[in-house]
Structure formats: structure tokens, C-alpha cells
């Protein structure tokens, strides 16, 4: 069974920094794709970055492009989601997903509990 952790949400003041953290049990985690998602109060749940098993692709939801980088680390079983130049609109509850590379959420098979990131003044 895979488990998925995030940590690394929090408060923090628009123009700031935030780097969300997702650790992933399981011995096989170079054989899943990762994503981020994000989901806002009474919106749908929404794609924000994936990244192929190897590392070697990564795609962006436009909203994120430029800002965001999302990156692993399969010798520690980790994703990354650096996100640089926060806006209040990027407050949501964000969530870490192994499963198939894209950006369909139905893609994805296994997923966390989510962090809450915050942005405001």
C-alpha cells in the first residue's frame, strides 16, 4: 500500500515563498509519476504540477508557470513543489498524488490527506 504525506503549508504574506514537501512510502516510488493539486474552498480540485518517475518531465497548470517547480528526490522517496511569488488566489488546500503522469486528478491513484497554504497580509 502506498501512503502519502505532505507537509510544508502555512501562512505566509503574498509575494512570499513556500516550499510544500510530499513523502512517499512504498519501494517502487521511481515507478510512479507525482502531482500537485490544488483545491480552493467550493472549487473542484485542480492540477498544478506533475513530474515523470525519472524526474526528467515536468508540466505546469498555466496559473503556476514561471512560479512554481515542482522536482523528486527517488533516493529519499520525496516531491518537491517550490512556489515562488505567492498570490492571495493561490490559497487552497494542496494535495500530492502518485499514480500517472498528466493532469487529468483521474490519473492519479493514490493520494494525501493535503497541507493548507495561505496567502494574505
Known amino acids: 500500500q502506498v501512503q502519502v504525506v505532505e507537509s510544508g503549508g502555512g501562512l505566509v504574506q503574498p509575494g512570499g515563498s513556500l516550499r510544500l514537501s510530499c513523502a512517499i512510502s512504498?519501494?517502487?516510488?521511481?515507478?510512479?509519476?507525482m502531482g500537485w493539486f490544488r483545491q480552493a474552498p467550493g472549487q473542484e480540485r485542480t492540477f498544478v504540477a506533475g513530474?515523470?518517475?525519472?524526474?526528467?518531465?515536468?508540466h505546469y497548470a498555466y496559473s503556476g508557470e514561471g512560479r512554481f517547480t515542482i522536482s523528486r528526490d527517488n533516493a529519499k522517496n520525496m516531491v518537491y513543489l517550490q512556489m515562488n511569488s505567492l498570490k492571495p488566489e493561490d490559497t487552497a488546500v494542496y494535495y500530492c498524488?502518485?499514480?500517472?503522469?498528466?493532469?487529468?486528478?483521474?490519473?492519479?491513484?493514490?493520494w494525501g490527506q493535503g497541507t493548507q497554504v495561505t496567502v494574505s497580509s
Open positions: 513530474i515523470s518517475g525519472s524526474g526528467s518531465t515536468t
Open positions: 512504498g519501494r517502487t516510488f521511481s515507478s510512479y509519476d
Open positions: 498524488a502518485a499514480g500517472s503522469y498528466g493532469s487529468d486528478k483521474r490519473s492519479y491513484d493514490y
